[in-house]
């Protein structure tokens, strides 16, 4: 049995095909098995926790999806409702500079909460989210995840005129961006974000977060508290490594472009199920 593209000969012309591809291809397959082997390990270090669950359960299984729904609409207790900060349909608000919650990854919510419940991650705007996390128990964060990870993940992010009629933020030029998000700047050492974000920011769960058609205040915030250290609940440290080299300019740009980033390629409308 041939793989990839010896697979796709005609059998008829199988025995044109090159010895050495065949060594060549157990090879690639090799090392495709050892850098496998490397990221499951690196996984496996990063949930040790309870926090990781199969990203290929359905949403109903993550969580309680009608209990999510009533602490996100009712609240609980003395946590307010969250859509009362990050919008009806979870879409966050660029004048709060709350972020989308709707269609993030529900381990990268998850995982949030428990850094804002144990002030490993600070709220640096109001400080709510620490509050509104040490409100909530496991199970409720978990409901309150699979609900908003189960909203529609339609591309809709920041009005950038409107973001520029606030007056307290600067944007920045898109194409600068777009040119970060896809190659990095290799001369000043910074990696693309599609790196680990996945194409155009859409989010490789479960650790690396939906980036794209996120808010531009919410991701220049975050991107400023990544490079100053403000906000330090990465693992390995690696968006702090990658932040630290960004400028003000670096990020306004990024921003700029990740907020209305397409999700798809134009001839492959498929994003991967994930959550
Ligand atoms: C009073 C306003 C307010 C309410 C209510 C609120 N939030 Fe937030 N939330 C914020 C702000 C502001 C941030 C951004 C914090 C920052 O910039 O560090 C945030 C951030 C978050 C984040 C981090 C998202 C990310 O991409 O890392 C999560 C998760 C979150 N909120 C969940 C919730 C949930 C769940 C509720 C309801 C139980 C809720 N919030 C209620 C204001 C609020
Ligand atoms: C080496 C991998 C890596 C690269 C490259 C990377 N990031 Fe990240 N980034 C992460 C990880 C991991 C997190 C999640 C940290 C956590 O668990 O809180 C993250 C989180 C973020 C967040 C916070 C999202 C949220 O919802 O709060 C933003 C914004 C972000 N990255 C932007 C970028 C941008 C812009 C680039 C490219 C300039 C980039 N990242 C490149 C690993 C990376």
């Known amino acids: 049995m041939g793989l990839g593209i010896a697979g796709m ?12 591809n065949d060594q060549i291809g157990r090879e690639c397959f090799m090392q495709s098995k050892i850098i496998l082997r490397m990221a499951l390990a690196v996984l496996a270090m990063l949930f040790t926790s309870t926090v990781f669950a199969s990203e290929w359960a359905s949403y109903d299984e993550l969580g309680n999806l009608e209990h999510g729904k009533k602490i996100f609409t009712e609240g609980k207790g003395d946590v307010p409702p969250c859509n009362s900060c990050h919008g009806p349909a979870g879409l966050g608000d660029d004048s709060m500079g709350t972020p989308r919650l709707a269609g993030q990854g529900f381990n990268y919510i998850v995982k949030q909460l428990e850094d804002f419940g144990s002030d490993k ?23 309150v995840a699979a609900y908003v990870a189960s909203l529609p993940k339609d591309a809709k992010g920041s009005d950038l005129k409107a973001v520029k009629d606030l007056g307290t933020v600067q944007v920045g030029t898109r194409y600068l961006g777009k040119s970060l998000v896809m190659y990095g700047a290799p001369s000043r050492d910074i990696p693309a974000c599609h790196s680990c974000h996945g194409f155009n920011g859409r989010g490789a ?14 991701l220049v915030n975050q991107l400023k508290n990544w490079h100053s250290g403000a906000r ?5 440290s690696q968006m702090q490594k990658v932040a630290r080299k960004l400028t003000d300019e670096d990020i306004y740009n990024v921003a700029t472009y990740l907020t209305t980033a397409p999700r798809t390629t134009g001839g492959n409308n498929l994003i991967p199920v994930q959550r």
């Open 9 to 20: 000969v005609n059998e008829k012309h199988k025995t044109s095909v090159p010895k050495e």
């Open 232 to 236: 330090a609940n990465d693992p390995l």
């Open 205 to 218: 769960y479960p650790v690396y977060p939906m980036i794209g058609n996120q808010k531009y205040v919410y």
């Open 121 to 143: 991650r600070k709220d640096e705007t109001m400080y709510i989210m620490n509050t509104n996390a040490k409100g909530l128990n496991e199970q409720d964060r978990r409901d």
